[in-house]
């Protein structure tokens, strides 16, 4: 077993270097050690492929990197095909409420608030929609969009009143965004959008996810680390 690491770890030192570099095997097989005594064991792949890299040319580097987020790219797609049922029946029942007039709602803090927005904005020009149709709220307001709003995402109330400025009515539907699931602004949205007769729907990153559970549609996709 340690001449087969042995020889892993001199493997990186072959090609993708300038002509004339002398290799560093030595140096390596000491990285080697220590990645192993430090019980490291599952960071020891990464890093071993972030030494690896230091080695390649510019071309090489980009090519690497392009596999690897091709395999991340495609084990995502494999679960989130896993939601496709559920996916389909949260599109078919928003169909239903903004058929009736209701509108679509999307609510999220941070990053997830900013998908939303971007969402919304996107659909007036690409599907003909007005803008009082498709409405998002990010926790702590517009300014929130460009400039961090700490600690907005933790009081449900301001999910509830971004709500009550819209005079969210059971038509309308709700969508919730929340990397973690449990985001109390979102929580707060969530269940005052239930207590109105509101359609909700959870788009989380977490199986089980609290906010899948407040939802009539979790789309809980298990995104990985």
Known sequence: NMMCENDNYAEFGRGRRNKGEKRDRKGLRK?????????????????????????????????????????????????????????????????????????????????????????????????????????????GGDSALRLPAEGAEDRPELGIADLKSINLKATDCVVGIAASGRTPYVLGALDYANSVGALTIAITCNPNSEAGKRSAHALDVDSGP
């Not at 395999?71 to 599109?91: C, H, V």
């Not at 029942?93 to 941070?110: F, H, N, S, T």
Request: charged share 25%; net charge positive; with cysteine.
């Open 31 to 139: 990285i080697g050690r220590a990645i192993k005594t430090a019980a490291l064991a599952p960071a020891r792949g990464a890093f071993l492929a972030l030494v690896r890299l230091n080695f390649r040319g510019s071309a090489s580097r980009f090519n690497l990197l392009n596999e690897q987020g091709r395999k991340k790219l495609f084990e995502k797609w494999d679960k989130l095909g896993g939601k496709r049922d559920a996916i389909e029946k949260a599109i078919d029942a928003v169909v239903d409420r903004m058929l009736q007039g209701g509108r679509l709602v999307y609510l999220g803090a941070g990053t997830s608030g900013r998908l939303g927005v971007l969402d919304a904005a996107e659909c007036g020009p690409t599907f003909s929609v007005s803008t009082d149709q498709v409405v998002a709220f990010i926790a």
